[in-house]
């Protein structure tokens, strides 16, 4: 798990839409199973839910392409029975889905994916996907069952092979989904274990395996013990003072999916929930409704979320928020772009995802055609006015909404800006700037220190400061603060 909130193991959708699962266990496979799906999809009128994990998204392999097959365009038939799903057709159309399984159960026993391999036979280990290429390294000598269309499970092969062990471990990352269904299977009539030995969480790993099994675990690269790095919002990010501000303002702050996610980390440590996109809106509106109910002294609840997560999914929780009138503020961070998943463009930047000019939502009108009145656009990088907008959004008894405009520092063409400077005479070693969280402030022999190869003249630090130790540097040509306009709305020409 490295970006999510739980350790999701998608293999139950398969089960629950009674739909067809296929697993790679490598570059070569995701490639070539993807073009088989295609093929089994059109023979048994079904959609097909292709498993991907993380080590097999991340890694690299040759692949062969193999032929192009051009298929032709099949023009659209109206199909009532199969895509209206009235009481009526819905009914008719479960039993086609039954009949549709068992066929799709047969085939499982043939997909060539789905494969014996005999070795030792005194223990015998299924799995699937990438669980399959651990397991083999782990353990080469043994006999395997490789299933890579994994639901329905292919019957005839896991009795066979069971038959031809003395006793099943089923390797598999997350829930023990196959290893229940084998179980069933079974009923008894061979040992299978798998969950009782091997870990359900995390990631595994041939060592993991190994140690599962009461074996040594084997390295193939010296250990190094790096010093840690706790992730942190990039120096200069426009989403820092928003943080810092509502961690001085004592805010109960509910946040969203984004890389401003990362202003739940020390030292900002602002923020108190992360659920879903959009789920800022609608936890601030729930715990705002719920301690408004308990009664006493109110309690202050903002909801922080990004531009694109607020296009994709904010909207309706900002209108059930103002139609059941709470009273929370929501601060939208609008860094005019979708910057954690790779800068992709979003409804307000007015360029379509492959940028041609499009449409340019207003977020600000936007908001206001939702109902909300108190509505204030701020520059993140005005720290003074920052916090007194936000402070009175706050105490009004009324939603209310805070954006904040600057592009994501990634987005500036330019790579080297100039950078603050400490003046150690005039520091007295207070840490306020550290409280930042910047990566480009450490603190060194009781003085702070600003990296000016990380630096991007952002002025926070500088602005912060209680004895103006910080200030510009003369070198290096601009600060980021002064590339983009914000009383335009636009980066300077030379930045664009």
């Known amino acids: 798990m490295h970006s999510s909130q739980n350790e999701q193991d998608n293999r139950h ?7 067809p699962l296929m697993e790679p266990s490598d570059s070569q496979e995701a490639k070539e199973f993807t073009r088989m799906a295609y093929d089994i999809s059109e023979k048994f ?14 890694s690299k392999s040759l692949v062969e392409l193999g032929e192009r097959k051009e298929v032709p365009i ?12 009235l009481p009526g057709h819905a009914r008719k159309r479960h039993v086609f889905v039954e009949k549709r399984m068992e066929d799709l159960a047969e085939f499982s026993n043939t997909f060539p994916g789905n494969f014996i391999h005999w070795g030792d036979r005194e223990i015998g280990y299924i799995a699937s996907g990438i669980s399959y290429q651990y397991a083999r390294e782990a353990f080469p000598e ?44 079974l009923c008894g009539q061979a040992e299978v274990h798998g969950k009782d030995l091997i870990p359900r969480q995390g990631e595994l790993n041939p060592n993991i395996l190994r140690e599962s099994m009461g074996l040594s675990s084997k390295s193939v690269a010296p250990q190094t013990s790096l010093p840690p790095r706790p992730p942190a919002l990039c120096a200069g990010c426009p989403h820092t003072s928003v943080f810092y501000t509502l961690h001085q303002l004592k805010a109960i702050v509910t946040g969203d999916i984004g890389c401003y996610t990362l202003g739940a980390m020390a030292p900002l440590s602002s923020i108190d929930t992360t659920v879903d996109m959009g789920a800022s809106i609608s936890n601030a509106h729930g715990m705002d409704i719920t301690f408004r109910l308990l009664g006493g002294e109110r309690k202050k609840v903002v909801g922080v ?5 607020f296009f994709h999914s904010g909207i309706t929780s900002l209108i059930d928020m103002v139609y059941n009138r709470g009273m929370s503020t929501v601060v939208i961070l609008d860094n005019r772009i979708t910057a954690m998943t790779g800068h992709q463009q979003n409804p307000g930047t007015g360029l379509t995802i492959k940028g041609d000019p499009t449409v340019q939502v207003d977020i600000e009108a936007l908001v206001k055609a939702c109902g909300v009145k108190d509505v204030h656009v ?6 003074k006015n920052l916090k007194k907008v936000i ?14 405009k600057r592009p994501c520092v990634l987005l500036f063409k330019k790579s080297k800006w100039t950078s603050c400077k400490v003046d150690r005479d005039l520091c007295i070693g207070c840490k306020i700037c550290v409280q930042l969280g910047c990566p480009a402030i450490s603190f060194k022999e009781k003085k702070s220190s600003i990296d000016p190869m990380l630096c991007t003249a952002c002025g926070l630090c500088a602005d912060l400061c209680p004895k103006k130790a910080i200030s510009l ?7 980021i603060r002064e590339a983009w306009d914000f009383e335009t709305k636009s980066m300077k020409k030379e930045e664009a």
Request: aromatic share 6%; net charge negative.
């Open 13 to 19: 959708y398969a089960r629950a839409a009674r739909m």
């Open 45 to 58: 009128d079904t959609p097909i839910l292709m498993r991907m994990t993380t080590r097999t998204s991340h």
């Open 74 to 85: 099949v023009p659209y038939q109206k199909d009532t029975l199969k895509r209206l799903l």
């Open 142 to 185: 043994a006999s395997f069952l490789k299933i890579s269309f994994s639901y329905p499970l292919p019957e005839k092969l896991i009795r066979e092979f069971a038959a031809g062990v003395k006793k099943i471990v089923v390797i598999e990352e997350n829930d023990p989904i196959m290893e229940t269904e084998i179980k069933a299977m």
């Open 305 to 309: 979320i990004g531009d694109s997560t």
């Open 378 to 383: 701020v520059d993140p990088y005005d720290l």
């Open 391 to 404: 402070s009175e959004a706050m105490d009004r008894e009324e939603p209310s909404v805070v954006i904040t």
């Open 473 to 479: 540097s003369q070198e290096g040509g601009r600060a």
